[in-house]
T-cell receptor, first 116, second 113 residues
Framework: GAVVSQHPSRVICKSGTSVKIECRSLDFQATTMFWYRQFPKQSLMLMATSNEGSKATYEQGVEKDKFLINHASLTLSTLTVTSAHPEDSSFYIC????????????FGEGSWLTVV | DAKTTQPNSMESNEEEPVHLPCNHSTISGTDYIHWYRQLPSQGPEYVIHGLTSNVNNRMASLAIAEDRKSSTLILHRATLRDAAVYYCILRDVRGAAGNKLTFGGGTRVLVKP
């Protein structure tokens, strides 16, 4: 079936540095992808909508200059956490809708970010 | 977004059925009822969806009330691998906005051996 893959699955970075997380749709094209954040024992919270070839749309309260999103192709969206701080440590998950597969939404495996 | 209400947690014994309720009293006519589950440290996984009629697939069954204000996900024989958080989500598939899913608290299912 359709697959969405994230990389890296786990990353540790120092406070103040930037880290990039990739989200790829492996066997379908996605004009729109979504980025979520999940803290331990909590539900997923939508951060932003990644639009291929245009600017991302951010949810209220999400800093667009801190969480940079680039959707340069129909199969790749990247989330860059800039000037990371320990409070940015979280599980980041992306999703994409596969139009050719009944419009089912598929999620990546998630990426654990730890800022030390 | 239309809201759903689910119990925080449920326990089941292995090999027994599990019935997970979901209330969605403000559902609109164009909302599909979707269920996803999330295993520990993984992204959510699609389980099943329906509009009005009951649905069955290899993973589960979905029973939808006649007034569509509630639904029940049925795992026919729970296994230890079914231990996860199950999310009931309403999705309006008109346009791209329907791809943006809003997650509630979900139900944490514990399966005892």
């Amino acid at each position: 079936g359709a697959v969405v893959s994230q990389h890296p699955s786990r990353v540790i970075c120092k406070s103040g540095t930037s880290v990039k997380i990739e989200c790829r749709s492996l066997d379908f094209q996605a004009t729109t992808m979504f980025w979520y954040r999940q803290f331990p024992k909590q539900s997923l919270m939508l951060m932003a909508t990644s639009n291929e070839g245009s600017k991302a749309t951010y949810e209220q309260g999400v800093e667009k200059d801190k969480f940079l999103i680039n959707h340069a192709s129909l199969t790749l969206s990247t989330l860059t956490v800039t000037s990371a701080h320990p409070e940015d440590s979280s599980f980041y998950i992306c999703s994409a809708a596969a139009r050719d597969v009944g419009n089912t939404i598929y999620f990546g495996e998630g990426s654990w970010l730890t800022v030390v | 977004d239309a809201k759903t209400t689910q119990p925080n947690s449920m326990e089941s014994n292995e090999e027994e059925p599990v019935h997970l309720p979901c209330n969605h009293s403000t559902i609109s006519g164009t909302d599909y009822i979707h269920w996803y589950r999330q295993l520990p440290s993984q992204g959510p996984e699609y389980v099943i969806h329906g509009l009005t009629s009951n649905v069955n697939n290899r993973m589960a069954s979905l029973a939808i009330a006649e007034d569509r204000k509630s639904s029940t996900l049925i795992l026919h024989r729970a296994t230890l691998r079914d231990a996860a958080v199950y999310y009931c989500i309403l999705r309006d598939v008109r346009g791209a906005a329907g791809n943006k899913l809003t997650f509630g608290g979900g139900t944490r299912v514990l399966v005892k051996p």
